[in-house]
């Protein structure tokens, strides 16, 4: 089981950056692809990132290709997600989780496990 803690979301105009982290404890991410989903209330939650252990692969879904940029550091146990040009309709509450690494799962929302409380990501002028 992986247990991570994400952090660096904010409020943010239209337009805007944002870098997320995730950081994991006790025994870092034990092999697992990891990546990013995100949630508003009342809706499913969106997987949109997953990068494989060794970070030679990452999907992402098209609503944030080439404005999302995931990395990591497997020594540090620490994710990151750059997010730039920012939209309101990116707003939600981002998650890091264990995922599986075939673009064809990323949204399907039983593939991700091991989630942590989440960063609020507001974008609003």
């Known amino acids: 089981q992986v247990q991570v803690v994400e952090s660096g979301g904010g409020l943010v105009q239209p337009g805007g950056s944002l870098r997320l982290s995730c950081t994991a404890s006790?025994?870092?991410?034990?092999?697992?692809?990891m990546g990013w989903f995100r949630q508003i209330p009342g809706v499913e939650a969106e997987g949109i990132t997953c990068m494989t252990w060794s970070g030679g692969r990452t999907f992402y879904v098209d609503s944030v290709k080439d404005r999302m940029a995931m990395s990591r550091d497997n020594d540090k146990n620490t994710l990151y997600l750059q997010m730039n040009n920012l939209k309101p309709e990116d707003t939600a509450m981002y998650y890091c989780?264990?995922?599986?690494?075939?673009?064809?799962?990323?949204?399907?929302?039983?593939?991700?496990?091991?989630w942590g409380p989440g960063t609020q990501v507001t974008v609003s002028s």
């Open positions: 006790r025994g870092g991410f034990g092999g697992h692809a």
């Open positions: 989780a264990a995922c599986v690494s075939l673009p064809r799962l990323i949204q399907v929302a039983s593939t991700w496990h091991d």
